[in-house]
């Protein structure tokens, strides 16, 4: 007899955002007059951009011939991209990272989900609050997580970060000694960003504790700001403590398209054991690489007409971010973020919850956001807005907003 997978049965319902799609699909059943605009999930609107496009389609081409047929890719990626990865994201930045030690993969997601296969089932997790739940539930279905606690929201192992405005949206190094720190900047949801010289206290604290630190940085390009770090290597002393995945989806616009890359570096090592070796026999394992075309496609992101017109794709997401941002704290809002992210976080009016605040601006502003509740406990009283939407609706949207006062 088969039985279920139990840490699988002890995740929680995936509320979020099933609950916000449902109550906007009902909203709009009863007003079908009215016109709804999304501000919540993450997702791009703007098309790929036309020198990712030329580039996928001469690949489509070089497939149907003979000699620029490609079938299964190298384990770690092709060789083309993974240079251009640590040539571009690296090396310009003064980062030693060496094209061996990237892997690429179809997109940020599984990375920050598989990662944790390959620490110890006994390691002790931290996690900011609110956080990505992503690191949350990977940890929850491999068994580290404990049991839920219904009263607080949180789990028995876990250690929360607290991250909220009376910290600056900072997580503070936690009294319980962590094995695996992850982290987010610029962070979804809060859209708080990190300096340096915070990020290298992490790494001396890593270092130290002999943690790593899984950095997740798929909204790096959109760090405006010459002393916010793009990369957790721009650290010293991070080779020996951090591992870091980049996505190609905000970046880049590959939400649907799928590509990321992780990073293990060889100088990570438990013991005498390469986390490098434990990522390439898991990567080899159990994945067979992201496809040709769209490896082709990454390369074109790393391009000179890439990266000018990616250039714009950021400052039309941006230019909506500083919309909302100056319409909110126009209409009296506490605001935060949406200066080197996408993401505009605000503190409910009147200590209203977070799902009071989203029927209330469904309800009076058409206008669909996101629960900071639905993200960690200490979101409660917060509301995520994306700047991922048309020019158009986020002005439509701030309009609304200011007129519910
Ligand atoms: C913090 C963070 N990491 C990773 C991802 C996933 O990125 P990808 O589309 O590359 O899987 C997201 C997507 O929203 C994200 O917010």
């Not at 489509?60 to 490609?70: I, L, P, S």
């Not at 092709?78 to 997109?107: M, T, V």
């Not at 319409?327 to 503190?347: D, F, Q, R, S």
Request: proline fraction near 5%.
């Amino acid at each position: 007899m088969f039985t279920a997978n139990g840490d699988y049965l002890k995740l929680r319902g995936s509320y979020l955002f099933s609950t916000v799609a449902r109550k906007q699909r009902e909203y709009e059943a009863s007003h079908p007059d009215r016109k709804v605009i999304k501000l919540s999930i993450g997702d791009v609107t703007l098309p790929i951009a036309p020198a990712i496009t030329e580039a996928m389609h001469k690949a489509v081409d070089e497939m149907a011939t003979a000699e620029g047929f490609h079938g299964y890719a190298p384990d770690l990626g092709y060789e083309f991209l993974r240079k251009a990865a640590a040539d571009n994201d690296y090396k310009a930045r003064g980062c030693d990272i060496s094209p061996d030690e990237i892997f690429i993969s179809d997109g940020a997601k599984g990375d920050c989900g598989n990662i944790q296969e390959i620490f110890s089932k006994e390691c002790r997790v931290a996690v900011c609050d609110p956080v990505y739940p992503v690191y949350v539930d990977t940890n929850v279905m491999a068994g580290r997580a404990g049991t839920f606690n219904e009263q607080t929201e949180t789990w028995s192992d876990l250690i929360y970060m607290p991250c909220t405005a009376e910290n600056g949206f900072m997580p503070e190094i936690p009294s319980e000694t962590p094995d695996i720190i992850y982290l987010c900047f610029p962070n979804n949801p809060t859209g708080g960003v990190i300096t340096k010289d915070a990020l290298q206290k992490w790494v001396d604290y890593a270092n130290k504790v002999k943690a790593v630190i899984i950095y997740d940085a798929a909204y790096e390009a959109y760090i405006s700001d010459a002393s916010i770090p793009h990369s957790i290597y721009e650290c010293e002393g991070a080779r020996t403590c951090a591992i870091e995945i980049h996505s190609f989806s905000k970046n880049a616009g590959f939400t649907g398209v799928r590509l990321g890359y992780t990073v293990v570096p060889k100088d990570l090592k438990s013991g005498d054991v390469m986390l490098h070796s434990l990522w390439a026999r898991r990567h080899g394992t159990k994945y067979n690489g992201a496809p040709y075309i769209i490896q082709r496609a990454g390369e074109a992101v790393y391009s000179e007409e890439g990266k000018k017109q990616l250039k714009e794709q950021v400052a039309y997401y941006m230019k909506n971010a500083a919309y909302i941002l100056d319409g909110l704290k126009e209409a009296g809002y506490e605001v935060y973020g949406g200066k080197n992210a996408p993401y505009i976080w605000l503190k409910t009016p009147d200590g209203m919850s977070s799902w009071d605040f989203f029927d209330m601006l469904l309800e009076r502003a058409n206008v669909v956001g996101t629960p900071g509740s639905g993200f960690g406990p200490s979101g409660e009283h917060y509301f995520r807005l994306t700047a991922f939407g048309s020019y158009e609706n986020t002005v439509a949207a701030v309009d609304r907003i200011k007129k519910m006062q």
